[in-house]
C-alpha cells in the first residue's frame, strides 16, 4: 500500500487540454475522491495514474517509485469500471483468479484466494457463474474482488456506482465505503455525484475545466468553499449580491440597505460588488436569539418535500431559498406572509464574483 | 440490462411479414436446385434434360469409383480449408486495426479500401491478378528484371493461385465478419486485464481473441462456403489446371451436356460441404464453450 503523488500533471489533445497541471498529494490509506462535472478531466487522470493514458508532462509516483512511462501491468494497481468489466467468457473464479494466474502463483493458493475473496464480497457460492447470470450490483461485487485478490497497492474507481439504481447505489456506497476502510487501501474515486464524494471520502479534489480547485475534507469543501463554482456545484446554496463594506475576518457587506457581519477573504476591498453566500439550511425564518443577523423578508413561494419544506423568499428584489424540517410544531408559511429571517455570520462566507 | 428484444414471429399477425422472402427463396433456390438434384437420380444421356421415370444410382456409383472426382472432392475441401485459414491470417489484424480505429477520416478510409474490392466484378478483380501474377506479369517480370530469378515462378494456373484468388476475393468477407464482433469487444475488458497484470499480447489472447471467437467462426464458415462452390475462380486462376467439383460440373452440363452426371456432382458438392460445415460446428462448439 502506498500514497500517490501527482506532480504538474498535464494531458493535451491537439490543442484541447484535458487535464491541466494538477497538483495532488494522496495520503496512504486515504479514500480521495475527484469531484467534478462530465468533461472535467477526472477520467482522464485516473487513467493516466492507472497507466492506459500518457501524460503529456508531468509525473506520477505511487510510493517511492516514479511509474509515469509503467505501462499498466507494471503499476501494481486496481481498478473497477464503470461497466465491471467482467470478462464474459469467464467464470466468477477464473475472473478473479485471473491476476493471480498471471502471477503464476500455485493452483491451491488460487483456489483458496478466490474462495477467500468471494467470502469478502459476500457472494461465496458464485464461483461457476457467468456475467450475464449476475446482477448490476453483483458484478460490481465481482470486479472489486478480482482486483483486491492480487492485493494492489492502489484501488482506483472509476464512475463504479453510476450504472445501479438508486437504492443499491447507497447501498454500495457504505459497503465500498467500509470494504476500503478495513483494507486501509489508497483509493481513489472517481464521481460526478456529490453525495457520494460527500459521504464516502476522507478528502476529496473538487476538478472544473481540467483543474483541481480546491481540495479539502467534506466539511471543508461543503462549508468553506473557496470558489462559486464550488459551493454551486456542491450541494445548493443562495448567492446573494451584496457590496464589501470593510475586509478581513471582521467583514461586512451590505444587503438590502442593511450592514451585515460574516466572513471573507483579504483580497476584497471596500466597495466592491461581491457574493454572499449560505445554505439554505442555514436560513432560518422567524429566528430565535442565536442568529445574530436578521432581516425582514417576504414568503414568495413554498414547496413541500416530505422531510424537509422548502420556501422561496424575497429580500429587496433578490431570492433566496430557505429549508426549514418537517418536523411536528415547527410552523409552516403561506405565501405573502411577511417574516424575518436570519443567520449565523460563520455560516456565510463572501466570494469574489 | 437492455430489455429482450420482441421477437417479430412471436407478435400475432405479423407472420406475413417473411411471405415475400419465403416466396422468393423457395422460387429461385429451392424450386431450381431441387429439380437439379431431381435428374442427378435419372441415366446419364448427353444433351436430355428431361426427366425419366427411371431411377438410377449409376451417377454416384460412378464419381466414387473414379479417383477423379473423389480426389476433386479432397481437393475441394482442402483448398476451402486453407483459403479459411489464409484469409483469417489476413483478415483478423485488418479488422482489428479497423475496428480499434477511432479517428473517423481513418476508419472510413479502411472501410472504403475492404468494401471498393467488392464494388468490381469478380472477373475483372481476376484479371487484375493475372497482370500480376502471370508468367509474364508483373511479379514475374520485376524478379526477372534484377536478375533474382532466371525463369518465371509459377504464381498461377495452379493450386497458389487458386488459393491467392480465392482469398482476395473472401477477404472483404471475412473481415466485415470480424469489424462487428471485435468492435462489440468493450476496451475496458482489455484494459482490466491489463491492470490485473496482462502485458498487451497476454491480454489480447486471453481476452479479445476468444471474445472474436464468434466472428472468427462466421467468417470462416462464410469463405470456406465461398471457396468450396466457386467456379470462377479455379477456372481462371486454375486455368483448368486445379480440378475442383464445380469445375466438373461445368464441363459435364457445359461441355458434354450430360445434366445428370453434372447434377449428381453437384449434389456431392452440396453435402459434402454440409457436412464439412457441421463437422467444423460441432467441433467450434466445443472449443468456445458453447459461446457461439
Ligand atoms: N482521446 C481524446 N481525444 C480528444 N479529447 C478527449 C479524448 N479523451 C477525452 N477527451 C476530452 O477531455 C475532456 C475530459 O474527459 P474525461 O473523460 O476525463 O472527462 P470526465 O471528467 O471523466 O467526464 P465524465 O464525467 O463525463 O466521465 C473531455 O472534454 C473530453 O472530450
Ligand atoms: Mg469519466
Known amino acids: 500500500m502506498s500514497d500517490i503523488q501527482l506532480k ?346 | 440490462m437492455a430489455p429482450a428484444p420482441r421477437k417479430a414471429m412471436s407478435e400475432p399477425g405479423l407472420w406475413w411479414l417473411c411471405l415475400p422472402a419465403a416466396a422468393v427463396f423457395v422460387v429461385f433456390f429451392v424450386i431450381p436446385v431441387a429439380s437439379l438434384f431431381g435428374l442427378s437420380f435419372n441415366k446419364s444421356v448427353a444433351g436430355v434434360i428431361s426427366y425419366s421415370n427411371e431411377l438410377t444410382f449409376d451417377n454416384f456409383v460412378r464419381i466414387f469409383t473414379r479417383a477423379t472426382y473423389y480426389e476433386a472432392i479432397l481437393r475441394s475441401i482442402w483448398i476451402a480449408a486453407v483459403v479459411s485459414v489464409t484469409s483469417l491470417a489476413f483478415g483478423y489484424p485488418l479488422a482489428y486495426l479497423i475496428a480499434k480505429t477511432t479517428h473517423p477520416g481513418r476508419n472510413t478510409l479502411l472501410m472504403i479500401l475492404v468494401l471498393s474490392s467488392m464494388q468490381l466484378d469478380m472477373v475483372i478483380r481476376l484479371f487484375g491478378l493475372m497482370v500480376l501474377f502471370g508468367d509474364n506479369g508483373l511479379i514475374n517480370g520485376f524478379l526477372l528484371y534484377l536478375g533474382l530469378i532466371s525463369r518465371p515462378l509459377p504464381l498461377m494456373y495452379n493450386t497458389f493461385g487458386v488459393i491467392v484468388g480465392l482469398v482476395q476475393i473472401t477477404l472483404p468477407f471475412m473481415v466485415l465478419s470480424l469489424i462487428g464482433i471485435i468492435k462489440a469487444i468493450h476496451p475496458s475488458l482489455e484494459e482490466a486485464a491489463r491492470s490485473l497484470g496482462a502485458s498487451r499480447l497476454q491480454a489480447f489472447f486471453s481476452i479479445v481473441l476468444p471474445l472474436s471467437m464468434p466472428g472468427i467462426l462466421a467468417g470462416a464458415l462464410l469463405v470456406f462456403a465461398l471457396s468450396i462452390s466457386s467456379y470462377v475462380v479455379p477456372a481462371l486462376m486454375g486455368g483448368w489446371k486445379v480440378i475442383v467439383l464445380p469445375i466438373h460440373i461445368y464441363q459435364q452440363i457445359a461441355e458434354v451436356g450430360r445434366w445428370q452426371f453434372g447434377a449428381a456432382i453437384a449434389v456431392v458438392l452440396f453435402v459434402t460441404s454440409v457436412i464439412a460445415v457441421a463437422i467444423y460446428h460441432q467441433a467450434a462448439a466445443r472449443t468456445s464453450g458453447g459461446r457461439t
Open chain 1, 8 to 353: 504538474n500533471l498535464t494531458k493535451s489533445y491537439g490543442t484541447y487540454t484535458a487535464v491541466a497541471g494538477i497538483d495532488l498529494k494522496i495520503g496512504e490509506g486515504e479514500f480521495f475522491s475527484l469531484l467534478g462535472p462530465s468533461g472535467c478531466g477526472k477520467s482522464t487522470t485516473l487513467r493516466m495514474i492507472a497507466g492506459f493514458i500518457r501524460p503529456t508532462s508531468g509525473e506520477i509516483f505511487i510510493g517511492s517509485d516514479e511509474v509515469t512511462a509503467l505501462p499498466p501491468e507494471k503499476r501494481d494497481i486496481g481498478i473497477v469500471f464503470q461497466n465491471y468489466a467482467i470478462f464474459p467468457h469467464m467464470s466468477v473464479a477464473e475472473n478473479i483468479a485471473f491476476g493471480l494466474k498471471l502471477r503464476k502463483r500455485p493452483k491451491e493458493e488460487v483456489r483458496s484466494k478466490v474462495k477467500a475473496a468471494l467470502q469478502q464480497v459476500g457472494l461465496a457460492g458464485y464461483e461457476d457463474r457467468y456475467q450475464r447470470q449476475l446482477s448490476g450490483g453483483e458484478q460490481q461485487r465481482v470486479a472489486l474482488a478480482r482486483v483486491l485478490v492480487t492485493e494492489p497497492r492502489i484501488l482506483l474507481l472509476d464512475e463504479p456506482l453510476s450504472a445501479l439504481d438508486k437504492s443499491l447505489r447507497e447501498e454500495m456506497k457504505y459497503w465500498i465505503k467500509d470494504l476500503q476502510k478495513r483494507l486501509g487501501i489508497t483509493t481513489v474515486y472517481v464521481t460526478h455525484d456529490q453525495d457520494e464524494a460527500l459521504t464516502m471520502s476522507d478528502r476529496i479534489g473538487v476538478m472544473q475545466k481540467a483543474r483541481v480547485v480546491q481540495v479539502g475534507t467534506p466539511e471543508e469543501i461543503y462549508e468553506r468553499p473557496k470558489t462559486l463554482f464550488v459551493t454551486t456545484f456542491i450541494g445548493h446554496s443562495n448567492v446573494i449580491d451584496v457590496t464589501v463594506v470593510s475586509k478581513g475576518p471582521d467583514m461586512m457587506v451590505v444587503l438590502d440597505g442593511r450592514k451585515l457581519p460574516t466572513r471573507g477573504p483579504e483580497n476584497l476591498e471596500a466597495g466592491r460588488a461581491a457574493k454572499l453566500v449560505v445554505r439554505p439550511e442555514n436560513v432560518l425564518i422567524n429566528p430565535d436569539a442565536r442568529a445574530s443577523v436578521t432581516l425582514s423578508a417576504k414568503v414568495i413561494g413554498e414547496s413541500y418535500q416530505g422531510a424537509i419544506v422548502r420556501y422561496r423568499l424575497g429580500i429587496g428584489a433578490q431570492e433566496i431559498i430557505a429549508e426549514r424540517q418537517n418536523s411536528i410544531g415547527n410552523e409552516r408559511f403561506s405565501p405573502g406572509a411577511e417574516v424575518m429571517i436570519g443567520w449565523d455570520p460563520g455560516m456565510t462566507e463572501v466570494l469574489a464574483t
